[in-house]
């Protein structure tokens, strides 16, 4: 799929997962497109938004991964 085994691996586990959780009962899905890494300071945070051009682009599902080892809040 992508040229980083780690990559690969990720995209793997995840297909494996939502395809297992049938979150779209009639979509099996079998690769991941791109992946989308966004870096976040102290203070910064993701608001509310609709993913208008990844939905004009064909995706049908969104998967957030937290990348941090001491994350405190909600």
């Given at each position: 799929?992508?040229?980083n085994p780690d990559l690969d691996n990720i995209a793997e586990r995840s297909l494996n997962l939502i395809n297992e959780l049938k979150i779209y009962s009639n979509i099996k899905y079998t690769k991941v497109n791109t992946f989308l890494?966004?870096?976040?300071?102290?203070?910064?945070?993701?608001?509310?938004?609709i993913?208008?051009?990844?939905i004009e682009n064909g995706a049908t599902?969104?998967?957030?991964?937290?990348?941090?080892?001491?994350y405190e809040g909600g």
């Amino acid at each position: 799929m992508f040229d980083n085994p780690d990559l690969d691996n990720i995209a793997e586990r995840s297909l494996n997962l939502i395809n297992e959780l049938k979150i779209y009962s009639n979509i099996k899905y079998t690769k991941v497109n791109t992946f989308l890494f966004n870096q976040y300071a102290e203070t910064n945070f993701l608001n509310y938004h609709i993913d208008t051009a990844e939905i004009e682009n064909g995706a049908t599902i969104t998967v957030l991964y937290q990348l941090n080892d001491d994350y405190e809040g909600g």
